[in-house]
């Protein structure tokens, strides 16, 4: 679908790392060099005719990602510069205050090093008790294996929508439901389902959720903190400085801005909220509905053709995403990733950032295929002539 | 060389690696060396006495030019002094980074002289020297 609008696939380029990043269309390339080259200016800054356009081009790109998760209000909707930086809000400008030295977080050994390390580093200066809900054999986390972890100490569930190295969706909305019968808060980080499927911050009773605009169409360096307002509002803010500040004085008393401001210090990356409210028309003109069909028919062709091929072990066939993890014989992942990069083909190998999970799988180096709307058969097909040559992987080692 | 016998090499270093396999004994001092790219994975472990390394050896899960690489270096370092190894060591690194080098002292180790052609493979064959280097230090 919709090739035409990707440059990069003119030279015969096969793009089957869509977890790590995506490809981005013209159209959001082009509201990105139209702001630097058609009306440069600060946001909430000036009185002149360019400066007002920033602000209304960029505060409603706000609005978009609220229509887009379905949150409640625009001041629920932070920019941030990627799911990373949400992550350390939430955690060191929220939980850090909130969660106690007998309390308990509920998280996975499947998730994101980013969902997985300030925790554990809040864990040590605070003291409270990370506990590690159990995976299905299939790798996937149920409704149930959170719910045999719940106790009355229970503060916090942090898990992934979709997760980077299984690619498992998790069945948030009853999760979401949990948790709310139980008062505890429940922390989702979407970075690998926003540009896929419809992610719906009220239906899954989210109180913190997070995402990066790179890997649904966008730009690097910019992402969304959305929180339930009145979470937001007792984010303590881990940046002081311009367009957070009311008021400040001599005498050392300050006054700080309303959300959502008080939130984004400093210069916030224009230019790259611009190209996310471009990427959100982007997938809204598709239609996720239609992006995630698209790939699921996409995903079973490729399991057929890849069963065709000898050694091929799958890891993963049953989850419902478009992330395929497999072995090729006793080949190392990373070679068969250099093999396939001769033939222009990107393919992902190693442990995908998801450290912990080598406690559960045996096996945690693997080659991942992610794919994404624009991914043809064709590409698949070609994939599957060079991995059937898979006795030449080495010809091209020196 | 030939590159269809330097690829031989290689696949024989890979698929029978020499010297594979850590033994558990406190004289060898052992050092982990990872590729930030998250994949090879190697320990490596040497046996140094009086400046002298006794005896070398590795283990891990590494790609195919790490795990060659590993295997051809403990063949090449064994029995070498510290100085020695440091002056291969030093020499390999400056071959895979592509500056002037001493070709005569790497012996086997050339089979590596053109991994440079492949930035990728850089860190991959680097990385037992790595953990050999960081053993030497802590000496």
């Known amino acids: ?398 | 060389m030939d590159a269809n016998l330097k690829r031989e090499i290689i696949l024989d270093n890979y698929q029978n690696p020499q010297n594979k396999g850590l033994p558990k004994d406190d004289s060898y001092k052992q050092v982990n060396s990872r590729n930030e790219s998250c994949v090879d994975n190697i320990t490596v472990g040497a046996k140094i006495v009086t400046g002298k390394i006794e005896d070398i050896k590795f283990d891990g899960d590494a790609c195919a030019i790490c795990t060659s690489c590993s295997s051809v270096m403990t063949k090449a370092l064994k029995g070498k002094t510290v100085e020695e190894a440091e002056i291969i060591i030093d020499n390999f690194d400056r071959m895979i980074n592509e500056k002037p080098y001493n070709e005569d002292i790497l012996g086997e180790l050339n089979i590596y002289n053109e991994v440079y052609k492949q930035p990728s493979r850089k860190k991959c064959a680097l990385l037992p020297m790595d953990a050999v280097k960081k053993i030497i230090d802590e000496e």
């Not at chain 1, 490809?23 to 800054?45: D, F, G, L």
């Not at chain 1, 808060?185 to 989210?206: C, P």
């Open chain 1, 1 to 398: 679908m919709n090739r035409e609008d990707f440059e990069i696939f003119n030279d015969g380029l096969i793009y089957f790392d869509n977890a790590a990043t995506t490809q981005k269309p013209k159209q959001v390339v082009n509201s990105i060099v139209e702001y630097y080259t058609k009306y440069t200016a600060n946001a909430h800054r000036g009185d002149y005719d360019i400066s007002l356009k920033v602000d209304e081009k960029y505060e409603g790109v706000r609005e978009k990602v609220k229509e887009l998760i379905n949150a409640k209000s625009s001041k629920e909707i932070i920019f941030t510069k990627g799911s990373t930086e949400s992550f350390n809000n939430i955690i060191f400008g929220f939980m850090s205050h909130y969660l106690k030295r007998d309390d308990e977080i509920i998280l996975s050994k499947g998730e994101h090093a980013s969902n997985l390390l300030p925790w554990m580093v809040l864990s040590k200066q605070l003291g409270f008790k990370i506990v590690y809900a159990d995976l299905e054999d299939d790798y996937s986390l149920s409704v149930q294996k959170i719910k045999e972890k719940i106790t009355d100490k229970t503060k916090v569930v942090s898990i992934a929508h979709v997760t980077n190295a299984i690619g498992d969706v998790r069945p948030v909305n009853e999760i979401g439901k949990l948790c709310n019968e139980n008062n505890i808060l429940f922390v989702v980080d979407a970075t690998q389902s926003i540009g896929h499927m419809k992610v719906d911050v009220e239906d899954a009773f989210i109180s913190f959720l997070a995402f990066s605009a790179h890997k649904m169409l966008g730009p690097t360096g910019v992402g969304v903190l959305y929180g339930k307002e009145e979470l937001l509002e007792r984010i303590i803010p881990l940046e002081y400085g311009g367009g957070m500040n009311a008021m400040f004085y001599s005498s050392g008393e300050y006054e700080l801005k309303e959300l959502p401001h008080r939130l984004e210090a400093g210069t916030r990356n224009i230019a790259g909220v611009i190209g996310l409210g471009a990427a959100i028309d982007y997938l809204n003109n598709i239609g996720l509905d239609n992006i995630h069909k698209y790939e699921m028919k996409l995903k079973k062709y490729l399991i057929d053709k890849i069963k065709t091929v000898p050694n091929v072990k799958l890891y993963n066939e049953s989850i419902d995403s478009g992330i395929l993890l497999f072995n090729l014989g006793e080949y190392f992942s990373q070679d068969v990733a250099i093999f396939l990069n001769n033939y222009k083909i990107c393919i992902r190998a190693g442990n995908h950032c998801a450290k912990m999970l080598q406690e559960v799988i045996d096996k945690t180096n693997t080659c991942r295929v992610s794919l994404y709307f624009y991914n043809t058969k064709e590409e698949i097909d070609k994939l599957i002539e060079v991995l059937l040559n898979q006795d030449k992987i080495f010809d091209t080692i020196v």
